[in-house]
C-alpha cells in the first residue's frame, strides 16, 4: 500500500497535525500489508505556519518528526542530511522495484529570511518543489543498477518532474508547481535521468494536482491521480460531500511483467463501473484504466 503524501491538511497546530498524522498511520495499519508514506508539501504543516500561525517556526513539523510516525520498515531508505522519504522496495516473489522519490527534499526548517526578518513561505515544502544532490546521485547510482539485474521500476512522487510533456487535461503546465517553482535544479534533471532507463520503466505515477490525468512523455507513462477525499479533488463539484464513502478514490495497479501490462482498477469516485463519459462528461474521461510498458 502506497500512500501518495499529504497525509494531513498541514492546517492545524503542531499538536493536532501530529496527532492526525499518528491516527492515519493507524488506519494505514489496518491494511495488514507492507506501506510506504511519501512525502507531501503539506505534510511539514507549513501552510499552518506560513497563513494562520504568523510564522511561529516552533509550529513546523520537521521531516524527522514525520519519518518518525510514518516510518516504514519496507523502504530501503538511504540515511540522508534533509530526513527525506525515498527509496526502494522489493516486491515479494516479483522482478518489481517500487522506486520512491521525494519532491521536497530540503532542510529541516526554513533558514533564509524576507526583509523584514520571518522566514521565507518559499522555503517551506508548502511553497516549493526541491531535490537534493543526495538525492539525485542516488538516482544515478540505483537505476542503472535496477536496469542491469533486469528489474522493472514503478516510480511514485507525491509530484511530477519537470519537463514532463503531452499531459491530456492539464494542457497549459508552464506555470504549474513542478515547472516554474523547481528551486534547486534537480527536478528536470531527474526527469532526463529516468527516460535513459524508460525500458525498465513501468510508469511514474503521482498526486499533488488533485486531477485525474496522464502523459506518455520520455518513453515513460506518467499518471497522476485525483485527491482521495471527494472535496478537493477532481470532479469536486459533482462528488458527494466528504461524508460519502462512495466518493472517496483509490487506486489499485495490477501488473503483469510477463504480459508487459497494467491494469488500474478505481474504487470510490470513478470507479470501474463507470464509463468515461459518466466520469468526467466536461473532458470525456481522464483516468488512464491500462497501458502497456
Known sequence: MIHGGDLNDGVKSRELSLIDTERAVDAVKLSRRPYIILQGNHDDNSGYVRDMAGYQMDQIVTAADEWSLR?????????????????????PDSNITVLVLDGFDQPEIATDTTDDGNPHFNTFRHGFTRYSKPQYDWLVNTLPQLAASGRKIMVFNHIMPRGVTGWKTLLDLSNHFENAHDLSGYSALIYDELTKYSNSIIGYVAGHTHEDDHAYSGGIQFVTTTC??????????????????????????????????????????????????????????????????
Open 71 to 91: 516510518s516504514s520498515q519496507w523502504l530501503q531508505r538511504p540515511s540522508n542530511p534533509n530526513n527525506a522519504v525515498y527509496g526502494t522496495y522489493e516486491i
Open 228 to 293: 482521495a477525499l471527494p472535496d478537493r479533488g477532481t470532479g469536486d463539484e459533482n462528488r458527494a460531500p466528504k461524508g460519502n464513502r462512495d466518493q472517496l478514490a483509490f487506486d489499485v495497479f495490477q501488473i503483469s511483467t510477463k504480459n508487459g501490462t497494467v491494469n488500474r482498477h478505481r474504487y470510490g469516485f470513478g470507479d470501474d463501473n463507470m464509463s468515461p463519459n459518466q466520469y468526467l462528461p466536461s473532458l470525456g474521461g481522464s483516468r488512464l484504466a491500462e497501458w502497456s510498458f
